[in-house]
């Protein structure tokens, strides 16, 4: 299969901060089953069974919890070059031009940010984790995820939003559906997606699942842990994966995802009139409830830091 983007590899991680970091590490260790790497300048890294360095990074800070950058991993190092070239005609900003980062996987890295705030940090040359022997015989690894699948961001105005993320970062559109615009960078469906909604918040981070029995597992242990599935069990049209919702500590909406369409660039956009659901229906498969009011009002509350 071809890669859709010249520029950017794979979405890596997700950096929070949090206003309880205690509290965030027992839900993203002990119920969310991610590993605890490493601890650099108060950061903690947590990581998944892939060989991705981390998957998400978090730092105490009081007040709501906030998005510090998206992650994007870059073909080659030109491809910081050319990004920072295209930021002054796409309103994009260059926050921290390339250097070395002092992080787990290290590299090289620029820092920039949209018009509307949201940040994204791409880097290249990060290295990656050495798998554990010990996991081989580990039952847990079973029901821990893999990788991020993708990140959700809410747009209030997601054609400019989408114009970004296509002349910045060379992704490509691979369905629109009347709330939701899905982008790729590689052969997954989507890495990016954005929300139509009146804010720029975080909508939610998916984590790939090794297959569908650990996406219904994880359900049962979450709401074993006082976290009920908020939407799920289902299949998603766009992308058809299979998913399960939670809203986690701070209002964090997390999903455990599985079995990501595969695509490449032969692959046709399909827009609004494509993806229209029989009434009562919100997924494939049409036995799950419609996503809570919990779920519906965490998806707009965490920004970007500088939002």
């Known amino acids: 299969m071809t890669h859709a983007s ?14 309880d970091l205690t509290l965030a590490l027992k839900f993203f260790h002990d119920v969310w089953n991610l590993y605890s790497v490493s601890q650099i300048d108060g950061k903690v ?13 978090l730092c105490e800070r009081p007040g709501p919890a906030k998005v510090v950058d998206v992650t994007l991993r870059a073909h080659d190092l030109k491809n910081l070059d050319e990004i920072k ?34 940040i994204f940090k791409i880097i290249h040359g990060d290295q ?29 105005k997601v054609d400019d939003s989408q114009k970004f993320m296509e002349n910045v970062f060379d992704f490509c559109l691979s369905d629109r559906t009347k ?20 804010n720029n918040a975080l909508n939610h981070i998916a984590f790939l699942m090794p297959d569908l029995e650990s996406v219904m597992r994880g359900g049962g242990r979450l709401k074993d842990n006082g976290y ?18 939670f809203v986690g500590p701070f209002d ?8 990501v369409q595969q695509i490449d660039d032969s692959y046709k956009a399909r827009y609004p009139k494509d993806w229209q659901w029989p009434a009562g229906r919100t997924d494939h498969w049409g036995i799950s ?11 707009k509350l965490i920004g970007f830091i500088n939002q």
Not at 6 to 19: D, E, F
Not at 45 to 57: E, P, Q, R, T
Request: hydrophobic content about 35%.
């Open 6 to 19: 010249s520029r950017i590899k794979a979405l890596r991680s997700v950096s929070l901060q949090v206003p």
């Open 45 to 57: 890294f947590l990581a998944g069974s892939g060989n991705d360095a981390f998957l998400i990074s």
């Open 85 to 118: 070239a295209s930021l002054p005609e796409n309103n994009g900003k260059l926050l921290k031009d390339t250097h070395p980062v002092n992080e787990p996987g290290l590299g090289q890295a620029i820092t920039v940010c949209d018009a509307d705030g949201r």
């Open 128 to 156: 990656p984790r050495a798998f554990d022997p010990a996991l081989e015989s580990n039952e847990k690894l079973k029901d821990i995820p893999i990788r991020l699948a993708h990140t959700v961001l809410n747009s209030d």
């Open 179 to 198: 709330i939701m615009a899905f982008m790729r960078c590689n052969d997954d469906h989507h890495s990016i997606a954005f929300g139509d909604t009146d």
């Open 228 to 245: 009920p599935i908020a939407w799920g069990p289902g299949r998603h049209g766009p992308g058809n994966n299979a998913f399960n919702y």
């Open 252 to 259: 964090l909406v997390v999903e455990y995802t599985s079995e």
């Open 289 to 299: 409830a419609p996503p809570s009011d919990d779920l519906k009002r965490a998806q």
